[in-house]
């Protein structure tokens, strides 16, 4: 218990209460605007023809294959210029574009459910979005929870991103505190570092037992089984 207690104090100036939540702002904000931008960007590319659809289709999959090491520099001079660095918003604010990842997952949801449903909907006075939030989007809510639960392990988890972008020690996320506790110039201090590390993870695995029949749900149901 002591280890634990010496832990959550980190430096007296600075406790884990402020890392944990620097957490789970940053991770609930950016999984809220990936999930809901991917199923919107998913419904338009199944739902609604335009000129070039497959084209930006394709092109939606040449960025899933990029690693984020070959755009890091591009997007830290780019959000450098912005005078974003040192915030939040160059890690919460492109997830509101969507991850290629999810869109391809929602897609294969939508495409499974017929259009008669559009048809009955747009009868009864619904506009496009109207279509799509009242009658598309409860209907893929096994991908939907599916995404939810990936994106949230991925941010929680992150840790290049806020090394990238935050400088400011009251702004650091958990992982970026965790790396604090080594001090190359003295003694590191494990046994508060198991401790945080231990505590670290405790969000993680309390999702995953709330919703884990609907990541199984999720992935069976869009192919991916195999």
């Known amino acids: 218990m002591d280890n634990y207690v010496r832990g959550w104090k980190f430096n007296n100036s600075i406790t884990f209460t402020t890392f944990f939540k620097n957490s789970f702002f940053y991770t609930i ?4 605007g990936a999930v809901f931008a991917s199923s919107l960007v998913a419904y338009g590319f199944s739902r609604i023809p335009f000129k070039g659809r497959n084209f930006w289709y394709a092109l939606m999959f040449v960025t899933m294959m990029l690693p984020y090491q070959v755009v890091m520099v591009p997007q830290f001079i780019l959000f450098q210029k912005m005078g974003w660095v040192n915030t939040f ?3 919460i604010i492109p997830q509101f574009a969507g991850l290629p990842f999810f869109i391809f997952l929602m897609i294969q949801f939508i495409r499974q459910i017929p259009y008669e449903l559009d048809d009955s909907a747009k009868i009864d006075g619904c506009n496009r979005f109207g279509v799509f939030w009242r009658i598309l989007f409860p209907l893929i809510k096994p991908a939907v ?3 939810t639960i990936f994106s949230f392990y991925w941010r929680w988890d ?3 991103g806020p090394l990238l972008f935050l400088n ?5 996320t958990v ?3 965790l790396r604090m506790f080594s001090d190359p110039q003295t003694s590191t201090d494990w046994s508060a570092v198991f401790a945080m590390g231990t505590l670290s993870l405790v969000p993680v695995i309390l999702i995953f037992l709330v919703f884990q029949k609907y990541i199984v749900e999720g992935l069976v149901t ?3 089984k195999n």
């Open 158 to 160: 992150d840790f290049l």
């Open 222 to 224: 869009t192919g991916m």
């Open 168 to 172: 400011n020690p009251k702004q650091y």
């Open 29 to 32: 904000v950016s999984t809220l």
């Open 89 to 91: 918003k160059p890690l």
């Open 145 to 147: 929870i599916t995404s």
């Open 175 to 177: 992982s970026l505190a």
